[in-house]
Nanobody, 125 residues
C-alpha cells in the first residue's frame, strides 16, 4: 500500500551540500507528519528531522541544527531534506518515514508506521 522511496544520496566532499527527496505513494500524504532518520556504520539509527502535515512545525536533531532543512510539497507527495555544510560524521544511510498522525513526539522511532529503503550519503575529506 504505502510506499516511500528516497533518492538524492551520493558522494560529496566535506562542506558541500546535498538534497534528499522522499516520494510517497498509496496514502493521503498531506494528513501525516514525516521524518528523516539516519544510520551510520556500526551505529544505531538516529533521528534527524521531522515536519508536521501542514509544514507549520519542524524538529531537528542538535547535530544538524542550522545545517539541515526539512520541507515538503504535498502537491507532489514529496518530502525533502536539504543538507548543507556536510561533515564526515554525516555519512550514513538516510531513511524517510511516515508518522501515524499530523504531529507528535517525533524524535523516537515509535509512531512511524512506514519506512523507505534508505539512500546512502557519503561525505569525504
Amino acid at each position: 500500500q504505502v510506499q516511500l522511496v528516497e533518492s538524492g544520496g551520493g558522494l560529496v566532499q566535506a562542506g558541500g551540500s546535498l538534497r534528499l527527496s522522499c516520494a510517497v505513494s498509496g496514502g493521503t500524504f498531506s494528513r501525516y507528519a514525516m521524518g528523516w532518520f539516519r544510520q551510520a556504520p556500526g551505529k544505531e539509527r538516529e533521528f534527524v528531522a521531522a515536519i508536521s502535515w501542514n509544514g507549520d512545525n519542524t524538529d531537528y536533531a542538535d547535530s544538524v541544527k542550522g545545517r539541515f532543512t526539512i520541507a515538503r510539497d504535498n502537491a507532489k507527495n514529496t518530502v525533502y531534506l536539504q543538507m548543507n555544510s556536510l561533515k564526515i560524521e554525516d555519512t550514513a544511510v538516510y531513511y524517510c518515514a511516515k508518522y501515524w498522525m499530523s504531529w507528535g513526539t517525533m524524535k523516537g522511532e515509535r509512531g512511524y508506521d512506514y519506512w523507505g529503503q534508505g539512500t546512502q550519503v557519503t561525505v569525504s575529506s
